[in-house]
């Protein structure tokens, strides 16, 4: 599928569903063989669309490989070690595991131990 062609269907499904956010995850959108992909994606759709990438890599893996536009990142590989139960609340949200940890556009680490607490 070209880039094209995913923005077509991205706007469509956006279209039906009401919605600006988009979320990429699972196999690993930013992988190497994603990137050339993922950059270009996210540079046509950046001013449209909040994105938020989920990652198994560090902050400065995507420091280095993507270009920006996106509004949240989540870093870090699941560590059973380290888990914990993941859920979505009104006030936080927390990931799987206490390594993972949001960042934003600006690369500022604005959760902690995997758990990001929402603003009211």
Known sequence: MTVDDFILQLKDYSTR??????????GDPL??????????????IKEQYNI????????????????GGFKFVKCGKYD??????SEKKDTYIKLASTNQNF????????????????ER
């Open 52 to 67: 938020c990438i989920y990652t198994g890599y560090n902050i400065n893996y995507v420091i280095n490989f993507v270009e």
């Open 80 to 85: 059973i070690d380290l888990k914990q139960v």
């Open 17 to 26: 569903l009401r919605t600006n956010n988009i979320s990429f995850l699972g």
């Open 103 to 118: 960042y934003d556009a600006n690369y500022k680490q604005i959760s902690d131990k995997g758990v990001l607490y929402f």
């Open 31 to 44: 992988y190497k063989d994603n990137l050339d992909f993922m950059n270009a994606l996210i540079k046509e």
